[in-house]
């Protein structure tokens, strides 16, 4: 199956940018879905389509995909955004994987 | 608004079945797919499979090919996900989420979660 690798952890100053990778083979080609988790609570999702946002989601989430990595970019970052981010992308042949997950920190 | 109301905790027996519901409102059920992912005590995400509402076509994740059966109620906009055989590995948090026509398709809305908890 298709694997998706992520950083465990990632830690952020309020108002800085914060930046989380997803690493597969050739994911440029795919199309990347990211959801945000935090604790206690289903997830959300925050990009979808490598790097459109649905309705609700601040400006501040933005996305890209290319090569081998897919990125999740969070602008002027906020305690309120402190979750376990999951990268997710459809490998046909009945392979729907979610990446390890990256906890966000914000200091 | 969209909504997913799941059925509530589970407790089940080795070697059990578990059937979780996942009730959906505020917008046309078949015109979408319902998703099925699971999440065990501290780990992450883990889809399941899932169920087009339209013509109720199945996609299963092969590790859980022949333990689970998706299904869904038109009539009252209902999908249910049962898993056999239960195994203590089975615990886990299970998500019903809102897919498209198509299993390639972003999980847009989430239920809250049905915690099933397998133990002798």
């Known amino acids: 199956s298709y694997v998706l690798t992520q950083a465990p952890s990632v830690s952020v100053a309020p108002g800085k940018t914060a930046t989380i990778t997803c690493g597969g083979n050739n994911i440029g080609s795919k199309s990347v879905h990211w959801y945000q988790q935090r604790p206690g609570q289903a997830p959300v999702l925050v990009i979808y389509?490598?790097?459109d946002r649905p309705s609700g989601i601040p400006e501040r989430f933005s996305g890209s995909n290319s090569g081998n990595t897919a990125t999740l970019v969070i602008s002027r970052v906020e305690a309120a955004d402190e979750a376990v981010y999951y990268c997710q992308v459809w490998n046909g042949n009945n392979d729907l994987p979610f990446g390890g997950g990256t906890k966000l920190t914000v200091l | 608004q969209v909504q997913l109301l799941q059925s509530g905790v589970e407790v089940k027996k080795p070697g059990a079945s578990v059937k979780v519901s996942c009730k959906a409102s505020?917008?046309?059920?078949?015109?979408?797919?319902i998703n099925w992912v699971r999440q065990a005590p501290g780990q992450g995400l883990e889809w399941m499979g899932w169920?087009?509402?339209?013509?109720?076509?199945?996609n299963y994740a092969q590790k859980f090919q022949g333990r689970v059966t998706m299904t869904t109620v038109t009539s009252t906009s209902t999908a249910y996900m049962e898993l056999r055989n239960l195994t203590s590995d089975d615990t886990a948090m299970y998500y019903c989420?809102?897919?498209?026509?198509?299993?390639?398709?972003?999980?847009?809305?989430w239920g809250p979660g049905t915690l099933v908890t397998v133990s002798s």
């Open positions: 505020g917008y046309t059920f078949t015109s979408f797919g």
């Open positions: 389509y490598n790097g």
């Open positions: 169920i087009s509402a339209y013509n109720r076509n199945t």
């Open positions: 989420a809102r897919g498209g026509v198509a299993v390639s398709v972003h999980l847009d809305y």
